[in-house]
């Protein structure tokens, strides 16, 4: 990594870990994604990849009474979340691990249930999903929320930023099709609110833009990645007509 790549990541990082959540999501969308896994048993084991500092993670852990594992791979989201969790009673139910999504090292066929809240796509859904079906019992869920294309003709500047972001993105139809040939059957699918974006995501990020401004004021360099990063919740005050994020629920298809 260069120089002016490590200082992007500082930066981003410094941003994104001051944040309640690091995607789009809100408490109703999860329990409204968890009630459509209708057979899950009492007390489900749920594995949730790429939980960030996990604000899905608790609502899970409100919302049932299963065992939760939350990974991910960046280990001052996982520092976060075991204070976050020490605080609320949580451990040991649930247990923050740091580990890579696409070989996390855990049993294969343990889960009820793999959730995945925005972070699938690090990988790519055609890597992750086979490592999603690997994991869940028989008759097991997965529900995870992924970028979609909303309609075609986005323009240039939204395109050049997905690109860049998320060059494999997909539709509705493309993702229920790869969830097919990853031997998953689709139950259903629903497009988060916009508020689902602005309030414990956009907004929070937009407040934490206005410190880093005022902090790093005096480094240029700095500035730059500030406004760079700034320019994402503008993205998408302006061009979410195009784009938007799918939740996706989805059962292990036997045979
Ligand atoms: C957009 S954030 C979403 C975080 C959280 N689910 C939420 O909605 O607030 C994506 C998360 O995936 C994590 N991640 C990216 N690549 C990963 C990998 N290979 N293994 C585990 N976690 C990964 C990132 O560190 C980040 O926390």
Redesign the pocket.
């Known amino acids: 990594m260069n120089a002016g790549e490590e200082k992007f990541w500082k930066i981003f990082f410094e941003l994104y870990e001051a944040l309640p ?3 789009p ?1 809100d408490r109703d969308s999860t329990a409204a994604a968890l009630r459509l896994c209708r057979e899950l048993p009492p007390a489900p084991d749920i594995l949730d ?5 996990g ?2 993670t608790v609502h899970l852990a409100e919302l049932t009474d299963g065992q939760i594992v939350a ?4 280990p001052p ?1 996982i520092e976060r979340l075991d204070a976050t969790l020490r605080g609320a009673g949580l451990q040991p139910r649930v247990r923050a691990l740091v ?4 070989a996390p090292g855990l049993p294969e066929a343990g889960f009820d249930l793999v959730w ?4 699938l796509y ?2 790519s859904l055609e890597r992750a999903l086979p490592v999603c079906r690997s994991l869940l019992r028989p008759g097991g869920y997965l529900a995870f929320t992924d970028a979609v294309w909303r309609k075609p003709g986005a323009p240039a500047e939204v395109r050049e930023t997905f690109e860049l972001d998320y060059p494999s993105m997909g539709d509705v139809e493309s993702v229920g099709a790869l969830l097919q040939r990853s031997g998953f059957e689709v139950l259903e699918h629903f497009t988060l609110p916009d508020e689902a974006w602005w309030a414990e995501f956009y907004e929070p990020m937009s407040e934490q833009i206005e410190r880093l401004r005022t902090r790093h004021a005096d480094d240029p360099e700095a500035l730059e990645i500030i406004e760079q990063l700034a320019a994402e919740p503008e993205l998408h005050r302006r061009y979410s007509e195009y784009y938007a994020y799918e939740f996706f629920v989805a059962r292990t298809r036997q045979g």
């Not at 990974?71 to 960046?74: E, T």
């Not at 580990?99 to 696409?102: E, V």
């Not at 995945?116 to 972070?119: D, F, L, P, T, V």
């Open positions: 959540r690091q995607g999501g990849l790429g939980c960030g500092t604000a899905q990974v991910d791979n960046h989201f580990a890579d999504m696409a995945s809240e925005g972070a690090s990988i």
